[in-house]
């Protein structure tokens, strides 16, 4: 099974994402991101089903969509959740399917060592959760601490609540099949990071309180790697 898929169709090129990014057999950055950079169609359509992944993984992705000269649309056509969620967030425009969800929180990860590293790692994940609270809140509206609550709270948006939150443009006519969302929910059973196993298990989503008309796109990468990797590295030296 391909981790990944690229077809064209007319003057258009798709790109189905529909498994994890990153980690051991997930899509990584090195294998799609030069694809991106190949691509000549003037339109790019992304069809994305995931749960998520890697933050550094999805970034890689998500800059190289958005330096693409393509107009992007991104379509769920299940489920973007977490690394997916901030990925999709690259295109032009984000169409729900009908039935779909989309989910944000703060990065996690694995860890081992003593305390004085651990409360490095502490650090670094907060910077990390920072980096990607202030990208919602360049497309969405808002600021960096009202979506790192949200992200705080795993906040699950049905495709109706991802549009009036800012985080999708308009519902589309795809319907999420009851096959997809029984693969979707065995998914959220086998990961431990999750609080809620999906939208109807969760608590509605605050109500945005800025106007995202009042704020621009950025094209900043919303990670700095080397400098979030070195404080990783300083963390796991040895106290003199």
């Given amino acids: 099974m391909n981790k990944f898929k690229i077809e064209n169709v007319g003057d258009t090129s798709r790109i189905y994402i529909t498994t994890d990014i990153g980690g051991w057999d997930g899509i990584q950055a090195s294998e799609l991101v030069p694809e991106i950079h190949n691509i000549k169609s003037d339109k790019i359509d992304i069809h994305v089903n995931s749960m998520g992944g890697d933050v550094f993984q999805a970034t890689g992705i998500f800059n ?92 699950w948006y049905t495709a109706e609540e991802a549009v009036s939150a800012g985080l999708a443009d308009e519902i589309g006519g795809r319907v999420l099949t009851p096959a997809n969302k029984t693969e979707m929910l065995l998914v959220l059973s086998n990961r431990a990071d999750v609080k809620y196993k999906g939208r109807d298990n969760a608590p509605a989503p605050e109500v945005l309180s800025a106007d995202k008309e009042d704020v621009n796109n950025t094209s900043e990468p919303i990670l700095d790697k080397d400098a979030l990797l070195n404080i990783l590295r300083d963390a796991f030296k040895e106290d003199k």
């Fill in 64 to 155: 190289a969509i958005q330096a693409h000269p393509a107009y992007v649309t991104a379509y769920v056509d299940g489920v973007a959740a977490s690394a997916a969620s901030f990925l999709i967030q690259a295109a032009d425009k984000i169409v729900m399917g009908q039935g779909t969800q989309l989910m944000i929180h703060d990065a996690s990860g694995m860890f081992q060592g003593n305390k004085a590293a651990a409360d490095e790692f502490g650090k670094l994940l907060d910077s990390v959760s920072d980096n990607i609270a202030e990208f919602y809140a360049s497309r969405a509206g808002g600021d960096k601490k009202e979506w790192r609550k949200r992200m705080k709270a795993e906040t």
